[in-house]
């Protein structure tokens, strides 16, 4: 930084004279003046720059942050205010809209049968998965969170389903669960009909939705446990507190928002159920296991019914987000974060 000599207040005076007004002010307005007394002036480019440079780094994040939106909008978005928007109208067998109808298609989709049992098997299904789910991986990594080799491979198998591809894996039961030559009835020495009971087979997606969930719910409830300092452990365990109680009054209180989380991703995944019914039952037997999401894709891409499974789409949409709401309610009351 250029700090300009002092000059006398005479010969200030006489170049303030013959100095353009407008650069009067501009100079003023560039200096500052210190403790001292000095007077330093900034060059109004460097200012100029510094200041362009200043609100650059505060848009910065903003920036950033535009792809993700517009990602976001194209494919999130802007799809589902158009699928929204096509459950009020009547469509083309190329999508076109042809004439308003309002809720119609509402009217006509919840007085359907086979809307109704999908409706009924989907929210069967969540309130089977749930629970189950969660006391799995819950009781896997309260298996892990130890000390042994006997953790370790623990762990290992509890990670292996995340590096299976989804279909795969639903072949792979399809194959265990064959009735015939399936090595489950094997191993169980019974003759269980899983694809040919409606029990069997929602017992069946059950099962599969477990596999398909349980390495990312494992990840991360382990964590959550070994986040726990062991300095509590310790004290707590010094105060005489036995395994059970050390789990509920301790560890269960403190990963109370993983749990939370894991709760909601897993009812997200019960609602949006598809792939394992298409792949294993296809909504069978006797729609048995037919879900909403199914029932969608065969109403929108299989029959062409574009109106209708726009509306189904809309349905679990209001459903999934009315129960979240709910969860987030009970959140504000019941979770504490440390």
Request: glycine share 6%; net charge positive.
């Amino acid at each position: 930084m250029y700090q300009y000599p002092r000059a006398s207040p005479g010969k200030r005076r006489r170049c303030l004279l013959f100095r353009p007004k407008w650069l009067t002010y501009l100079t003023l307005l560039s200096r500052h003046s210190l403790g001292n007394g000095t007077m330093v002036m900034f060059p109004l480019l460097s200012l100029r720059w510094g200041m362009n440079k200043y609100n650059l780094s505060k848009g910065r994040p903003y920036i950033l942050l535009v792809p993700a939106i517009a990602l976001a909008f194209l494919f999130a978005y802007r799809p589902f205010f158009r699928t929204v928007v096509n459950s009020l109208f009547n469509l083309s067998l190329i999508g076109k809209r042809l004439s308003f109808v309002g809720l119609g298609t509402y009217g006509r989709l919840f007085s359907s049968a086979s809307f109704q049992d999908s409706l009924s098997n989907t929210l069967r299904f969540t309130l089977y998965f749930v629970p189950t789910n969660l006391i799995i991986c819950l009781g896997a990594a309260m298996l892990a969170n130890r000390k042994g080799k006997i953790a370790s491979l623990n762990q290992i198998f509890m990670f292996l389903p995340m590096a299976v591809a989804m279909s795969s894996s639903m072949m792979l039961f399809k194959m265990m669960f064959n009735p015939s030559i399936g090595i489950m009835n094997t191993l169980i020495g019974s003759d269980i009909q899983w694809f040919n009971d409606p029990k069997a087979a929602m017992v069946l997606l059950v099962i599969a939705g477990v596999f398909l969930d349980i390495g990312f719910h494992f990840l991360l409830l382990i964590s959550a446990l070994r986040n726990i300092p062991t300095s509590l452990i310790e004290v707590a365990r010094i105060e005489g507190a036995n395994p059970w109680q050390l789990f509920t009054t301790l560890q269960l209180p403190l990963i109370a928002p993983t749990l939370l989380f894991v709760v909601v991703t897993s009812i997200k995944d019960a609602m949006l159920i598809s792939a394992p019914v298409l792949l294993l039952t296809e909504g069978g037997p006797f729609r048995s296991t037919q879900t909403l999401v199914y029932q969608m894709y065969l109403e929108g891409f299989k029959s062409g019914n574009y109106a209708l499974g726009s509306a189904i789409a809309t349905v679990v949409f209001l459903l999934t987000f009315g129960i979240m709401l709910l969860l987030l309610r009970f959140e504000q009351k019941r979770v504490y974060y440390q």
